[in-house]
């Protein structure tokens, strides 16, 4: 481990006394007088040897038969920083045993059969800042047990037999940052049980039997669920619930059931179109629905009545219909949330009828038949459109006037020739995805002027027309995924002014070059998937997207970053180099993105070695860091990355020795690491899962 580094740090204080008096070792010891260190492994001692020099920095005493460690069991070294009393059948630690060891940083009591943690078990070791304690038989925390361990910064106690952690258990670790209780049988957590632990920034729970049932605040933002369903949050304490930046399409109305204290739900950035009034939290005061597609039809009157009745605060807006979009949903009243009929939709099919339409709410009407082409299936309601997987060889025609989402995917279209779509002016959504689509003519979805979502996805493009997508100056998310283009379609992206987020994840281009595309062409494209392409190469100019945020080149044949063309997209926040071949990372790689880069993955990018000025220019800005799976023996410089949050260099053969001091030193100074992996730890970890509890 690559704590192991710190004793050449506190080598050299111990120096000067190695040079006045001669080292002594036990017979059954081997010593080394230089490093200071003295190990008797495996010698079934029942006492530490008193004969061990006073100037021991680091005991190793593994694997012995101690059983109880005495009061002052240590007396005769008092210069000890590291100590390992792993495996030493220690039943016992008897108040007092550790009173002169104040130097010593790490104490591994892991694998023994301590059973109760005393109130004065580790009184003494006010240097301590690791204590293992994993693979014990430890039921019991008395109070009081750390209270002394005022520069602790990991505590593990994992597979132990706790069942209970009372009020204040850990008061007095005044820097813990890591709080390891996993496997045990916790299954109840006092109320102050984590009371006071102000610098905690990772507590794993993993393995145990709780209910969360102390936590009052989850943040379980930016991962990528979809739905949730009945009782998925089981937490009487619950007070806040972060569900932001997820992907959301749908929420059981009973999903906050067991969450009765609920009072602030953050659900913003999903795509949730609806939502149901939810049953379970009486107390909630704020609902926030910011940036989801939320339809603001009669369907959500439910919702609206719900959140008046409660005098909720409700952020967000309504994505359409037309004349109700962009509107702030506390603002729309249930009298504006209407379903036009089947009939009217039949008879009416005009733009303006919706603002003629009146008050009322027509969803009673008996069923009509409705216009819809052969073979297709018509939600006029829903005001959607399904052909999917129906053999069509044709875009079929006479769909009604209001559709708004169009799903074609899996026929056998082969070619799109010129207006393909004609009077489908309000599709918003249109699906074409494996279709065998390998060519479409200028024009084909000319007349589609709200299209926002664009789906072509695993058809068998090889190029486009520069005019393929001329007339939708609307679109915003554009799927071309498993075609099989030679290069970035830059010539019929130029119409696409609002485009935002394009996906070419596998495809075949090799090579991104400058396509005379400008920013000015598309201005907003913020998000640009390249995923398991063939690229070899980005040249400079070939990303002039000047808002660029994400920019996944991962799973490719790069063999180094590329930092010339980085330099086009300034304000990128999130990069994956992930599986290529880089091999050798070059001093100063990112700077042209170090003032926005947010996320840096590298995984198994075939990366040999990290110039030490790898990262220079990335700074505090940095949240996350992966560069696991590699063959990195030494690190970068990590000291001025002190924004991170998690950093995985795990399955790297990195060389515990002096290579590594900066990263511990600075793994010291982060107050907020929230998950840190190296080598292989077994911990199970919860991405972005903060678990804050109430003090
Ligand atoms: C270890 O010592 C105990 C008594 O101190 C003895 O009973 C046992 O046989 C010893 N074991 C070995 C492997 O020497
Ligand atoms: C609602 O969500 C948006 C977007 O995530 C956020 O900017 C805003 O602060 C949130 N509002 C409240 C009151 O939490
Ligand atoms: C890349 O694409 C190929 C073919 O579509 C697929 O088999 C492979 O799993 C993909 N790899 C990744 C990393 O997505
Ligand atoms: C980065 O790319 C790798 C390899 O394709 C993938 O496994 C990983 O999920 C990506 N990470 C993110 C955050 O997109």
């Given amino acids: ?19 006045t008096e001669a080292g ?17 492994i495996g010698k079934n001692l029942t006492a530490v040897p008193p004969s061990i020099d006073e100037i021991t920095v680091k005991l190793d005493l593994r694997n012995n038969n101690l059983q109880v460690l005495p009061r002052g069991a240590f007396i005769h070294t008092p210069y000890l920083t590291h100590l390992n009393l792993q495996r030493c059948n220690i039943a016992k630690v008897k108040e007092g045993a550790f009173r002169t060891l104040g130097r010593v940083v790490s104490l591994n009591l892991a694998y023994n059969k301590i059973d109760i943690l005393y109130q004065e078990s580790f009184d003494g ?20 047990a750390f209270t002394q361990l005022g520069f602790l910064n990991m505590l593990a106690l994992t597979y132990n037999q706790l069942v209970y952690i009372p009020n204040m258990a850990f008061q007095g670790l005044q820097n813990i940052k890591w709080l390891r209780l996993s496997h045990n049988s916790l299954n109840n957590l006092a109320p102050e049980a984590f009371a006071g632990l102000f610098t905690l920034g990772r507590l794993s729970l993993d393995h145990n039997e709780l209910q969360l049932s102390a936590v009052t605040r989850l ?6 669920m979809t739905y949730l369903g009945e009782e998925s949050v089981s937490m009487p304490k619950l007070t806040h619930l972060y569900l932001d930046h997820m992907s959301l399409q749908d929420l059981s109305d009973q999903a906050l059931s067991h969450a009765p204290l609920l009072s602030h739900l953050d659900l913003s950035h999903n795509q949730l179109r609806y939502l149901e009034p939810l049953t379970g939290p009486k107390e909630l005061k704020s609902l926030n629905l910011t940036g989801n597609p939320i339809y603001c039809n009669c369907y959500l ?19 359409g219909p037309p004349h109700l979009s962009d509107e702030p949903l506390q603002s729309v009243t ?11 939709a039949l008879t009416e099919p005009s733009e303006e009828d919706s603002e003629s339409t009146g008050g009322a709410v027509t969803t009673a009407k008996p069923k009509q038949k409705v216009k819809c082409p052969d073979k297709c299936d018509c939600d006029i309601e829903a005001q959607h459109a399904t052909c999917e997987g129906q053999g069509h060889t044709k875009i079929p025609r006479g769909f009604p006037a209001k559709t708004q989402l169009l799903d074609l995917r899996s026929n056998h279209f082969h070619y799109l020739p010129a207006k393909m779509f004609p009077g489908l002016s309000q599709v918003v959504s249109l699906h074409l995805e494996l279709c065998k689509i390998h060519e479409i003519e200028r024009g084909a979805f000319q007349g589609m002027k709200q299209l926002f979502y664009l789906y072509l996805s695993d058809n068998d493009l090889t190029s486009l027309d520069p005019a393929a997508f001329a007339g939708l100056p609307e679109l915003t998310y554009l799927h071309l995924e498993g075609n099989r283009l030679t290069q970035l379609p830059g010539a019929a992206l130029a119409p696409l002014s609002n485009l935002f987020v394009l996906h070419l994840e596998r495809n075949v281009i090799s090579k991104l070059e400058p396509a005379g595309l400008t920013s000015s062409v598309t201005p907003k494209l913020r998000e640009l998937y390249l995923t398991n392409n063939t690229l070899t190469a980005v040249t400079k100019g070939a990303l002039d997207f000047a808002f660029l945020g994400i920019l996944h080149l991962d799973s490719n044949q790069l063999t180094e970053v590329p930092t010339q063309a ?33 996320r840096l993955y590298m995984e198994h990018a075939g990366m040999e070695k990290m110039s030490r000025e790898a990262l220079v220019g990335l700074g505090a800005e940095l949240r996350a860091l992966s560069v696991r799976g590699n063959r990195l023996q030494v690190l970068p410089d990590l000291s001025p990355l002190s924004g991170l949050e998690v950093i995985d260099l795990q399955d790297n053969p990195l060389l515990c020795d002096c290579a590594l001091l900066p990263l511990y030193r600075s793994v010291q100074g982060y107050n907020d690491i929230k998950v840190f992996k190296l080598l292989s730890s077994k911990q199970l970890e919860i991405h972005s899962l903060q678990v804050t509890i109430n003090t």
């Fill in 334 to 344: 249930p009298l504006d949330l209407r379903c036009r009929s089947r009939e009217e």
């Fill in 219 to 224: 943040d379980m933002s930016y991962n990528p």
């Fill in 301 to 319: 009157r439910p919702l609206r009545q719900w959140v008046s009745a409660g005098g909720l605060k409700l952020m967000g807006a309504c994505a």
């Fill in 566 to 598: 980085l330099s086009d997209v300034p304000n990128l926040e999130e990069l994956n180099l992930s599986h290529n071949l880089i091999r050798l990372v070059e001093p100063r790689a990112f700077q042209p993105v170090s003032q926005q880069l947010k």
């Fill in 125 to 144: 070791l006010s240097s301590l800042k690791e204590l293992h304690l994993d693979y014990n038989r430890i039921e019991e925390v008395q109070p009081g």
């Fill in 24 to 40: 002594k070792c036990p017979r059954v010891c081997s010593c080394d007088g230089t490093k200071l260190t003295v190990s008797c």
């Fill in 1 to 19: 481990m690559f704590f192991c580094t710190a004793t050449f740090l506190l080598l050299v204080s111990a120096q000067s006394l190695l040079l």
